[in-house]
């Protein structure tokens, strides 16, 4: 069955580096885009970094030049390093996969950014 797994949360302090993973299976990993979402404390998930299939990037005006996104289809998996973490990085992160006809989350990973 078609599952995403996060991986690679937990507790840093400001200023510090994590990263996350995102392992998939059960569907055609390649020829799908793939985003990492942040849902802040009380606050609605937004997108701060998306790939494509092509690897073309976007990214947040809030994470440019701190995280990086990438993808290896040989391991199926989807990358985000964090750099730089401040405290209002702090949330739950979440990979989705997603093409005109479908999309697939994630169960998502804490992150917390606190000394």
């Known amino acids: 069955q078609v599952q995403l797994v996060e991986s690679g949360g937990g507790l840093v302090q400001p200023g510090g580096s994590l990263r996350l993973s995102c392992a998939a299976s059960?569907?055609?990993?390649?020829?799908?885009?793939a985003g990492w979402y942040h849902q802040a404390p009380g606050k609605e998930r937004e997108l701060v970094a998306s790939i494509t299939t092509g690897r073309s990037t976007n990214y947040a005006d809030s994470v440019k030049g701190r995280f990086t996104i990438s993808r290896d289809n040989a391991k199926n998996t989807v990358f985000l390093q964090m750099n730089s973490l401040k405290s209002e990085d702090t949330g739950v992160y979440y990979c989705?996969?997603?093409?005109?006809?479908?999309?697939?989350w994630g169960q998502g990973t804490q992150v917390t950014v606190s000394s």
């Open positions: 059960g569907f055609i990993f390649s020829v799908f885009n």
């Open positions: 989705k996969t997603y093409v005109r006809w479908a999309d697939y």
